[in-house]
């Protein structure tokens, strides 16, 4: 950038130069031929004047005449002479001019030869610079591209994080709905996020309605993108198991198999697994134990889910269950099973307190209460109070309905002993009551 600026300068200098010579020289030419118009200019002899003379005189004017004559001639010749003398200092001079005039010619050609010369040099520089300038837009308009992807990234990981916490604290209220809302907001912004199809999923299972197969579908996609996750597979297990009981024969005994080897699998490598809403999944291992006959089976899996979450009524629930069929057989087990309905009341009323909203520990209470109202019948009106409240929650599906009412309302009667005749009757009703709030009835389970 030196070296252009100094030749800048430096034709700057020969041009202003050769301007101020040619200059000169036209003002030179101007005064010259001014000068040769005005010199060259003849001289005009005054005309004779006429003199009247005696003819006396005549020879003597004749002879003054030849002299003045030859006077004029010598006159002429000196005039000439210094004319040419001029005219030859005039033409040396012109010479002069021509030649200085050829040499500004040279100097200006040589000035434009340079000055195009460094004009081109510098346009080169020029578009080199604007080359590299656009070099620097283009890496300045890719950093900035980049940093506003960046800023998005974080956006979307920001929203995905606080609708993450939203579902599993609106899950942990048994707020279902927000639940799911949140969970698929999650989705909107991330479809592959495993966490959001998981929450997704398992409300799928369990809370929105006719969603059982979408569910399932997330579950597996959960899992295709993280295979070793153990409570994604139990949830699916969970899911193959709601399957079954809508099924029949073989595809029915399928499933089942299916969703035992699901959950067994996960347990197997976290025995104190948890599913979302803090249940163990020893409940459903339990549950399908029981549903396909193994009774012995299922009250094992009971009692280790109870290990898991003593202080849940969700096991001691279904245990007293499975103990009040057992006593079928042998009556000396009641009191066993009256027991573990003691349990589940108290466990029921502990949860509920924690959270108000929650169905299932509400049918636990009016389910137990029911049952131990044979030996203490104020229990009859308080379980059926809080039957109706159960019923009159938002969130609750025909899906949820009809657990309670086959797994717990009918079981119980059906396994209560006939001479309890008044515990029957307020199950009989509690049967009714959950039937009528069902938008359609539940289908019927092939056992």
């Known amino acids: ?116 010369r460094n004009l081109s040099q510098t346009n080169d520089e020029l578009r080199d610079k604007l080359a590299e300038l656009e070099k620097h837009q283009q890496t300045l308009d890719d950093l900035d591209k980049a940093l506003s992807e960046q800023r998005s990234m974080r956006a979307d990981l920001q929203a995905i994080t606080t609708g993450l916490a939203q579902a599993h604290q609106e899950l942990s209220l048994s707020n279902y709905s927000e639940a799911y809302a949140a969970a698929r907001r999650v989705l909107a912004r991330d479809e592959d996020n495993p966490q959001a199809l998981y929450v997704a999923g398992w409300l799928e299972l369990q809370f929105v309605p006719n969603s059982l197969d979408a569910g399932l579908e997330h579950l597996r996609a959960a899992l295709r993108l993280q295979p070793d996750w153990p409570a994604a597979e139990a949830a699916l297990g969970v899911g193959l198991r709601r399957k079954a009981r809508k099924a029949s024969g073989n595809e029915r005994r399928d499933l089942f198999n299916q969703s035992d080897g699901c959950l067994r699998r996960s347990l197997g490598l976290s025995h104190d697994l948890l599913d979302l809403n803090r249940e163990s999944f020893w409940g459903p291992v339990g549950g399908n134990a029981r549903d396909t006959g193994n009774i012995e089976a299922a009250i094992a899996a009971y009692k280790d889910a109870l290990k898991v979450t003593p202080g849940s009524s969700y096991p001691w629930g279904n245990l007293a269950a499975l103990y009040m069929q057992r006593s079928k057989a042998d009556p000396a087990l009641l009191p066993e099973a009256l027991q573990a309905f003691r349990q589940t009341l108290s466990a029921a009323h502990m949860e509920l307190a924690f959270n108000p909203h929650d169905y299932f520990n509400m049918m636990d209470i009016a389910m137990a209460g029911t049952m131990l109202g044979r030996d203490d019948p104020a229990q009859f009106g308080a379980a059926a109070e809080m039957l109706g409240t159960a019923l009159a929650l938002e969130d609750v599906t025909d899906e949820m309905k009809c657990v309670s009412l086959q797994s717990g309302w009918q079981r119980l009667h059906k396994y209560c002993p006939d001479e309890w005749i008044e515990v029957k009757a307020h199950l009989q009703a509690a049967i009714k009551r959950v039937e009528a709030a069902l938008a359609k009835p539940c289908p019927s389970p092939d056992e």
């Not at 101020?20 to 020289?25: D, F, S």
């Not at 002299?67 to 005039?90: C, I, K, Y």
């Open 1 to 116: 950038m030196a070296r252009s600026s100094s030749d800048s300068k430096i034709v700057r200098v020969i041009v202003y130069g050769a301007a101020l010579l040619i200059v000169g020289l036209a003002i030179a030419t101007m005064f010259v031929r001014v000068y040769l118009l005005l010199d060259n200019e003849p001289d005009v002899a005054p005309p004779p004047t006429t003199v009247t003379e005696e003819p006396g005189d005549a020879t003597a004017d004749a002879q003054a005449a030849l002299q003045a004559a030859e006077q004029a001639r010598a006159d002429a010749n000196d005039a000439l002479e210094r004319a040419n003398e001029a005219t030859s200092t005039l033409e040396l001079l012109l010479s002069f001019l021509e030649g200085a005039a050829v040499l500004a010619g040279l100097a200006l050609g040589a000035t434009a030869y340079f000055g195009f």
